[in-house]
């Protein structure tokens, strides 16, 4: 079966750039997806199809998938932005496939 | 709006079984397929099973297969997940959540504010 490979954990200071790797066999062959879920809350998308930020979801979170890894990046990163970052794939034969989930910490 | 509201959860003992529910308002609920996700303590999100916009088609994987069922109320809109033979490894928080298919792939736009599940004798 497919996996997803995710860093337990990312630090940024505030006002400046996170990256949050997904690693994956041949991933950029793959339509990467990923979810913010702050603490108690409900996940929510933030990118759609590698690189797409749903209606609502600021500028700065972006994404890209190349390789074996995907990335979300988020500039200037705030306060709020705390949360944990799934990354997640679908295909035939592995149907949903999610990573473990990076926490985010912005000092 | 769309809105997902998930109910059911509880305390049962390894071996029980529970019902959830999820309500469904904001948009046309047969027109999409929908699915559970959920996250036990400390690890991430698992996918535990899929269903259909009509309903004629359910899917899961090989950790529930034969435990769970998902069931969907077209009329109500309202999706279900039956779980049955319930083991300490269940416990977690269930979400459902709105599929969306596009180009070749599935991800999902909407999410519950999820039930917790706990199995513990």
């Known amino acids: 079966s497919y996996e997803l490979t995710q860093p337990l954990s990312v630090s940024v200071a505030l006002g400046q750039t996170a990256r949050i790797t997904c690693g994956g066999n041949?991933?950029?062959?793959?339509?990467v997806h990923w979810y913010q879920q702050r603490p108690g809350r409900a996940p929510v998308l933030v990118i759609y199809k590698n690189y797409n930020r749903p209606s609502g979801i600021p500028e700065r979170f972006s994404g890209s998938n190349s390789g074996n890894t995907a990335t979300l990046t988020i500039s200037s990163a705030q306060a709020g932005d705390e949360a944990d970052y799934h990354c997640q794939v679908w295909d035939i034969s592995s149907a949903w496939v999610f990573g473990g989930g990076t926490k985010l910490t912005v000092l | 709006e769309v809105h997902l509201v998930e109910s059911g959860g509880g305390l049962v003992q390894p071996g029980g079984s529970l019902g959830l529910s999820c309500t469904a308002s904001?948009?046309?609920?047969?027109?999409?397929?929908m699915s559970w996700v959920r996250r036990a303590p400390g690890k991430g999100l698992e996918w535990v099973s899929a269903?259909?916009?009509?309903?004629?088609?359910?899917y899961y994987p090989d950790s529930v297969k034969g435990r769970f069922s998902i069931s969907r109320d077209n009329s109500q809109n309202i999706l279900y997940l039956q779980m049955n033979s319930l083991r300490a490894e269940d416990t977690a928080v269930y979400y459902c959540?709105?599929?969306?298919?596009?180009?070749?792939?599935?991800?999902?736009?909407?999410w519950g504010q999820g039930t917790l599940v706990t199995v513990s004798s």
């Open positions: 269903i259909s916009g009509s309903g004629g088609d359910t």
């Open positions: 959540a709105k599929e969306v298919y596009d180009s070749g792939s599935l991800f999902l736009d909407y």
């Open positions: 041949n991933i950029g062959s793959k339509t």
């Open positions: 904001g948009f046309i609920f047969s027109n999409y397929a």
